[in-house]
């Protein structure tokens, strides 16, 4: 543990860790420091890391439960619990968003592994919405305070029909093959650090009790304090790279800007627990079972 060194980023997310062989088992006090740097900074860079497929879930599990793939989406064959990030299945993640938040416990957190790395672009844009809430005015947080918005897997990702090809479709029909509709509050504290953050992103679409045009409005007001510049780390990738963000309380964005090029990483996520507003009420369900998908984390 004595090795360990963290490297702060930037002001509000974002550090790089040394001294550690992360592709081995770890003890009690690494894995308690490097969670709590990943409560301090919210995201984690891992560079010469040398792993594979079963020592990046090993890496994992040291935070808790693994969970499958995706609630929908296929594996790396042979791999349920490992998602390719492929960019020849498609470039979905090309929106800001947190994972998996339509289901009623998204995981609490996501490790990324370079596998392909093309020669220029595919950053990945990662934000604090710790940050983002700190920094609202005291009217628009008291009125966030109060919300909640339902999350689904099923809408267009805001491309038209016609903009689809056959498999664009295919790679829809597969993301919504099940219905999930999960309502969570607008404004969660982590379990562990008692922030506050804005919980929204791409898969909320609608503020309850209001209409879905006053809802993107106000979604959209919101949305555009996490994705402030001050709040991102730019996450320029190479190769043997793990990077590790806490779910809860940030938001990640995938950029399209490799002309095409072959790009591939390989996404591991933990189980998470169920969402809590400021008043201490849980999210929850309106349609979709996804306990083949995850367990719920205590």
């Known amino acids: 543990m004595s090795g360990i060194e963290i490297h702060q980023v930037t ?37 010469d890391v040398h792993l594979d497929d079963s020592t990046q879930q090993a890496f994992v599990r040291h935070f808790g439960d ?11 064959a042979g791999t349920p619990n490992v998602l390719p990030v492929d960019s020849e299945r498609g470039r979905a993640a090309n929106h800001w968003h947190t994972d998996v938040t339509f289901v009623l416990n998204p995981p609490q957190a996501t490790t990324l592994r370079s596998i392909t790395i093309p020669p220029y672009g595919g950053e990945t844009l990662i934000a604090s919405s710790a940050a983002a809430y700190r920094q609202l005015p005291e009217p628009l947080r008291q009125l966030a305070d109060t919300l909640w918005a339902e999350h689904t897997n099923d809408y267009d990702y805001a491309v038209a029909d016609e903009e689809v090809d056959d498999q664009q479709a295919a790679q829809r029909a597969e993301f919504t093959s099940i219905k999930y509709r999960t309502v969570h509050p607008v404004v969660r504290v982590h379990p ?22 006053e809802s993107r409005k106000i979604l959209d007001l919101l949305q555009a304090y996490v994705t402030r510049p001050e709040n991102v780390l730019r996450h320029r990738w190479s190769e043997n790279q793990l990077v590790v963000f806490d779910n809860r309380i940030t938001q990640h964005y995938a950029i399209d800007n490799y002309d095409g090029l072959p790009r591939r990483l390989h996404r591991v996520t933990v189980a998470g627990d169920v969402p809590v507003g400021i008043e201490g009420k849980e999210s929850y369900s309106i349609e979709g079972d996804a306990s083949h998908y995850t367990p719920v984390a205590a």
């Open 66 to 76: 693994v969970t499958t793939a995706h609630p929908t989406v296929s594996s790396v």
């Open 192 to 213: 562990l650090t008692g922030e506050r953050g804005l919980f929204i992103g791409g898969f909320a679409q609608r503020i309850v009790g209001l209409s879905p045009g």
């Open 11 to 47: 002001a509000h997310i974002g550090a790089r860790v040394f001294g550690v062989d992360i592709s081995k088992p770890l003890d009690e006090g690494t894995v308690a420091a490097l969670r709590e740097a990943l409560n301090v900074h919210k995201a984690l860079v891992f560079d």
